[in-house]
């Protein structure tokens, strides 16, 4: 079957940063998103990747390992407001088209 | 504003009682999907669709069924609800496919609890 690990919770300390992982174990991978959860609120997107590397965006970056089925969420300069819940999904490839696979998602909470 | 729009935001309602949640978007999108959350579960993908006319099942599509008519429309019918079927939906929409990599806008979320 398809399988996505995150870890479930995390701490940090505001103005730290904090490296988020996810690994995949999937058949079709196609690609990889980040989303951002907000207690009670939608996902709002942050990353794709669909190469290896790093995408950088602002204070977030996001890598893949697409032979290490690998990803992670880099967060710099942390805030207050990046107390939130991170999704990663894994866009698969199936014989009718693409589905879109998440993680449970990792509860991150930003301290003083 | 561009937005996806869901309605109702919460309903209680009984076991069998047909339901149909709606979703609108207003950004011309081909794309549209349907998710439900669920603690410890994370978000899962129950149906999506490609453009009019064109929708496929996701990893949990049993007990829903959805159509595509219009672009800007994608509802989720669930023609007997179940106490399984308890849980937070999201609708979602982008310019194309995840293949693309195209980024989702979500719906605000429709809290469904079937007694």
């Known amino acids: 079957g398809q399988n996505i690990d995150q870890p479930t919770e995390m701490t940090a300390t505001e103005g730290a940063i904090v490296q988020i992982n996810c690994t995949y174990q999937?058949?079709?991978?196609?690609?990889l998103f980040w989303y951002q959860q907000h207690a009670g609120e939608a996902p709002t997107f942050l990353s794709y990747?669909?190469?290896?590397g790093l995408e950088e965006k602002g204070r977030f970056s996001s890598f893949l390992s697409r032979s290490k089925g690998y990803s992670y969420l880099l967060l710099k300069e942390l805030q207050m407001k990046d107390s939130a819940s991170y999704l990663c999904?894994?866009?698969?490839?199936?014989?009718?088209?693409?589905?879109?696979?998440f993680g449970t998602g990792t509860q991150l909470k930003v301290e003083l | 504003e561009a937005q996806v729009t869901q309605n109702p935001r919460y309903l209680i309602t009984v076991t069998g009682k047909k339901l149909t949640v709606t979703c609108s978007q207003n950004?011309?999108?081909?794309?549209m999907s349907w998710y439900r959350q669920d603690p410890g579960l994370g978000l899962r993908q129950i149906y999506y669709?490609?453009?009019?006319?064109?929708?496929d099942k996701g990893d949990v599509p049993e007990g829903y069924k959805v159509s595509r008519k219009e672009k800007r429309n994608f509802p989720l019918i669930l023609e007997s609800p179940s106490p399984n079927q308890t849980s937070l939906y999201f609708c979602?929409?982008?310019?194309?496919?995840?293949?693309?990599?195209?980024?989702?806008?979500f719906g605000p979320g429709t809290r469904l609890t079937v007694t």
């Open positions: 979602a929409s982008s310019l194309g496919g995840t293949a693309l990599g195209y980024e989702q806008y």
């Open positions: 999937t058949s079709g991978f196609n690609g």
């Open positions: 990747n669909v190469l290896d």
């Open positions: 999904a894994a866009d698969l490839l199936t014989g009718g088209g693409n589905k879109l696979t």
């Open positions: 950004m011309n999108h081909e794309y």
């Open positions: 669709s490609m453009n009019v006319e064109v929708t």
